[in-house]
Protein backbone atom coordinates (compact mmCIF):
# COMPACT_ATOMS: atom_id res chain seq x y z
CA UNK A 1 0.00 0.00 0.00
CA UNK A 2 1.59 3.58 -1.12
CA UNK A 3 1.98 6.40 1.34
CA UNK A 4 -0.48 9.19 0.95
CA UNK A 5 1.39 12.07 -1.31
CA UNK A 6 1.27 15.05 0.72
CA UNK A 7 2.22 18.31 -0.96
CA UNK A 8 2.09 22.19 0.09
CA UNK A 9 2.39 25.04 -2.07
CA UNK A 10 1.32 28.22 -2.37
CA UNK A 11 -1.89 29.10 -3.42
CA UNK A 12 -3.23 29.38 -6.98
CA UNK A 13 -5.88 30.97 -8.73
CA UNK A 14 -7.73 27.22 -9.57
CA UNK A 15 -7.59 26.70 -6.03
CA UNK A 16 -10.43 29.06 -4.93
CA UNK A 17 -13.53 26.49 -4.49
CA UNK A 18 -11.62 24.35 -2.05
CA UNK A 19 -10.08 27.72 -0.38
CA UNK A 20 -13.64 28.91 0.17
CA UNK A 21 -14.54 25.44 1.34
CA UNK A 22 -11.89 25.20 3.80
CA UNK A 23 -11.82 28.76 5.29
CA UNK A 24 -16.05 28.49 5.27
CA UNK A 25 -15.22 25.34 7.87
CA UNK A 26 -12.36 27.01 9.75
CA UNK A 27 -14.63 30.61 10.30
CA UNK A 28 -16.99 27.72 11.40
CA UNK A 29 -14.87 26.59 14.16
CA UNK A 30 -14.57 29.55 15.66
CA UNK A 31 -18.36 30.50 15.41
CA UNK A 32 -18.16 33.21 12.89
CA UNK A 33 -19.03 33.75 9.05
CA UNK A 34 -18.29 36.72 7.08
CA UNK A 35 -19.77 37.63 3.32
CA UNK A 36 -18.67 37.32 0.21
CA UNK A 37 -16.87 40.46 -0.55
CA UNK A 38 -14.10 39.61 2.42
CA UNK A 39 -14.22 36.08 0.78
CA UNK A 40 -12.81 37.39 -2.83
CA UNK A 41 -10.96 40.03 -1.50
CA UNK A 42 -8.95 37.86 0.96
CA UNK A 43 -7.98 35.47 -2.13
CA UNK A 44 -7.24 38.09 -4.08
CA UNK A 45 -4.89 39.56 -1.71
CA UNK A 46 -3.74 36.16 -1.07
CA UNK A 47 -2.37 36.01 -4.80
CA UNK A 48 -1.01 39.13 -4.94
CA UNK A 49 2.12 40.49 -5.25
CA UNK A 50 1.85 43.59 -2.60
CA UNK A 51 4.71 42.64 0.23
CA UNK A 52 2.02 43.90 2.82
CA UNK A 53 -0.54 41.15 1.64
CA UNK A 54 -0.88 37.82 3.72
CA UNK A 55 0.51 34.93 1.73
CA UNK A 56 -1.48 31.41 0.92
CA UNK A 57 -0.23 27.91 1.37
CA UNK A 58 -2.90 25.18 0.17
CA UNK A 59 -1.73 21.26 1.86
CA UNK A 60 -3.25 18.90 -0.53
CA UNK A 61 -3.57 14.69 0.29
CA UNK A 62 -3.40 12.76 -2.46
CA UNK A 63 -4.65 15.64 -4.52
CA UNK A 64 -7.80 16.48 -2.14
CA UNK A 65 -6.60 20.06 -0.65
CA UNK A 66 -7.21 19.12 3.34
CA UNK A 67 -5.70 22.12 4.74
CA UNK A 68 -4.37 25.71 4.71
CA UNK A 69 -2.62 28.45 6.36
CA UNK A 70 -2.32 32.34 6.14
CA UNK A 71 0.83 34.20 7.39
CA UNK A 72 1.74 38.04 6.93
CA UNK A 73 5.75 39.20 7.33
CA UNK A 74 5.53 43.03 9.32
CA UNK A 75 7.69 45.21 10.76
CA UNK A 76 8.79 44.87 14.52
CA UNK A 77 10.25 47.37 16.80
CA UNK A 78 11.87 45.59 17.89
CA UNK A 79 13.72 43.69 15.57
CA UNK A 80 15.41 45.14 12.22
CA UNK A 81 13.97 42.66 10.43
CA UNK A 82 10.08 41.57 9.62
CA UNK A 83 8.66 38.69 11.94
CA UNK A 84 6.10 36.38 10.86
CA UNK A 85 2.78 36.13 11.72
CA UNK A 86 0.92 33.01 11.34
CA UNK A 87 -2.84 34.23 11.25
CA UNK A 88 -4.83 30.96 9.80
CA UNK A 89 -3.67 27.40 10.09
CA UNK A 90 -6.97 24.91 9.41
CA UNK A 91 -6.78 21.25 8.16
CA UNK A 92 -9.55 19.28 7.43
CA UNK A 93 -10.66 17.47 10.21
CA UNK A 94 -10.26 13.90 8.17
CA UNK A 95 -7.03 14.78 7.81
CA UNK A 96 -5.83 15.54 11.10
CA UNK A 97 -3.60 13.17 13.31
CA UNK A 98 -1.17 12.74 10.40
CA UNK A 99 1.17 15.44 10.43
CA UNK A 100 0.03 17.37 8.18
CA UNK A 101 -1.07 20.57 11.03
CA UNK A 102 2.87 20.09 11.62
CA UNK A 103 4.07 20.29 8.11
CA UNK A 104 2.11 23.41 6.95
CA UNK A 105 3.76 25.05 10.49
CA UNK A 106 7.26 23.93 8.90
CA UNK A 107 6.28 25.04 5.89
CA UNK A 108 5.58 28.73 7.09
CA UNK A 109 9.01 28.35 9.59
CA UNK A 110 10.72 27.68 5.59
CA UNK A 111 9.14 30.62 4.08
CA UNK A 112 10.07 32.91 7.56
CA UNK A 113 13.84 31.59 7.30
CA UNK A 114 13.81 32.08 3.85
CA UNK A 115 12.47 35.45 4.04
CA UNK A 116 14.87 36.27 6.81
CA UNK A 117 12.53 37.20 9.28
CA UNK A 118 14.00 35.35 12.89
CA UNK A 119 10.35 34.62 14.40
CA UNK A 120 7.11 33.30 13.65
CA UNK A 121 4.20 34.15 16.15
CA UNK A 122 0.13 32.77 15.97
CA UNK A 123 -2.51 33.17 18.60
CA UNK A 124 -5.17 30.44 19.16
CA UNK A 125 -8.19 30.22 21.94
CA UNK A 126 -7.42 28.75 24.68
CA UNK A 127 -9.52 26.13 24.51
CA UNK A 128 -8.49 24.76 21.26
CA UNK A 129 -7.09 21.31 22.95
CA UNK A 130 -6.10 19.83 19.94
CA UNK A 131 -4.57 22.34 18.05
CA UNK A 132 -2.63 23.48 21.21
CA UNK A 133 -1.01 19.73 21.91
CA UNK A 134 0.60 20.74 18.18
CA UNK A 135 1.61 23.86 18.68
CA UNK A 136 3.14 22.94 22.35
CA UNK A 137 5.50 20.69 20.22
CA UNK A 138 6.41 23.15 17.71
CA UNK A 139 6.32 26.43 19.20
CA UNK A 140 6.89 27.68 22.64
CA UNK A 141 3.70 28.69 24.67
CA UNK A 142 4.22 32.82 25.61
CA UNK A 143 2.62 34.88 28.68
CA UNK A 144 1.08 36.97 26.62
CA UNK A 145 -2.60 38.00 26.68
CA UNK A 146 -4.96 39.43 24.00
CA UNK A 147 -6.80 42.24 24.25
CA UNK A 148 -9.12 44.12 21.29
CA UNK A 149 -10.61 47.37 21.46
CA UNK A 150 -14.00 47.42 22.68
CA UNK A 151 -17.02 47.99 20.76
Known amino acids: MASPTLIIRRLAPEDEADWRRLWTDYLTFY ?3 LP ?10 LLGD ?3 DFNGLIATLDGQAVGLAHYLFHRHCWKIEEVCYLQDLYLDPAARGRGLGCALIEAVYAAADTAG ?3 VYWLTQDSNLQARALYDRVGQLTPFIEYNRAP
Do not use: E, K, W
Open 36 to 45: DAVFSTTFAR
Open 31 to 33: GTS
Open 117 to 119: APA
Open 50 to 52: DPR
